[in-house]
């Protein structure tokens, strides 16, 4: 099924994909991943760098109880390139048309990682009767750039961070090549080799897809009206993200911790069942690998709920 006639350019760079099966919408081949029975549907929306397949070990735990759909927006992943960055309403758009072609029925509880976060509530304002629940991970906010400073470094602080860099932007492989092997380690071959050397590959479109976070997609979460009155969690990650970690102070990353506690626990009071629930071993990038069992918990949760 194709909702327009729209051309793109195929993503041939990349080896098949290990796991799933491409769905065309809007003119794009999007890859998904569909495990288990039952309803309703849990649906990952990744962070910005991240693809559906990072989430595969969550996906298997919930596959036993409930179905679980991974899928990679257009322009990450092995789905068809798109022009980045992209407004909320294209990419909830895109994955309502998907879900639909797939044959997914309603209602979904969704869970968004950071960026992915930003756009599981845009679904929601957008498409509220589909959606049963909500699990937001360390999820991006619109008042997040008012809430936490940006950081202000003394000028021997700049150097050090400077000379930290150094390494790092000289050979980003090798630098990013055992952080993401600890991250994938539990992950079965050969989806594990393949999806590292995805990332290794293609960290210069995860450093584009994250400009989203700075472009009018809060204006929509803001004009979009209050999220649906659904159960809804959110894990708040308080340790220090090893990937944010080489390119920022420990000690600003720890004030951004501390400053992103009010919002998300105005989100979760935004909601008669919300829950804040605050994980202080686990990094923003990471938090499904560091607390993979918090985040199957937090899922059942809603999907009990949602069954009720």
């Known amino acids: 099924m194709s909702t327009s006639s729209v051309q793109t350019p195929r993503n041939t760079a990349l080896a098949p994909p290990p796991v799933g099966t491409f ?12 495990s288990g029975a ?10 910005a760098g991240l693809v559906g397949l990072d989430y595969l070990n969550i996906h298997g735990e919930v596959s036993r109880f409930t179905t679980s759909v991974l899928y990679d927006r257009a322009g990450t992943g092995w789905s068809d390139e798109v ?36 756009y599981a509530r845009r679904y929601a304002q957008r498409f509220a009767a589909d ?15 008012e809430h936490v400073p940006s950081p202000k470094l003394k000028l021997a602080e700049q150097w050090r961070q400077g000379w930290a860099l150094l390494p790092v932007l000289l050979d980003l492989r090798r630098f990013y090549r055992p952080m993401f092997e600890r991250m994938l380690r539990t992950w ?12 290794l590959r293609s960290w210069r ?3 584009q897809e994250g400009r989203n976070l700075r472009t009018e997609i809060f204006d929509e979460l803001r004009q979009g009206g209050d999220t649906r009155d659904v159960p809804l969690i959110v894990l ?13 102070p420990e000690a600003y990353l720890r004030t951004v911790n501390a400053g ?21 071993d686990a990094g923003h990038s990471t938090l499904h690998t560091d607390r993979p069992d918090a985040v199957v918990s937090a899922i059942r949760d809603l999907v009990e709920k949602g069954r009720r």
């Open 83 to 118: 022009r980045l960055p992209r407004t909320a309403a294209e990419v909830t758009d895109e994955l309502h048309g998907l879900l639909v072609d797939a044959c997914v029925p309603p209602p979904y509880v969704l869970v968004g990682h950071s960026l992915g976060g930003a």
């Open 23 to 34: 769905h065309e919408i809007g003119g794009r081949r999007l890859l998904l991943h569909r």
């Open 236 to 248: 708040t990650a308080m340790g220090v993200d090893p990937f944010q970690a080489a390119f920022l």
């Open 205 to 207: 479109k995860s450093l």
């Open 131 to 145: 959606v049963a629940g909500i699990l937001l991970l360390d999820a991006a906010h619109e008042d997040f750039y």
């Open 260 to 280: 992103k506690i009010g919002l998300y626990d105005a989100i979760a009071r935004s909601v008669a069942e919300g829950e804040n629930r605050v994980l202080e």
């Open 38 to 47: 039952r309803g309703p549907a849990v649906v990952f929306l990744p962070g």
């Open 188 to 199: 079965p071959e050969p989806v594990r080799a393949t999806l590292i050397e995805y990332h």
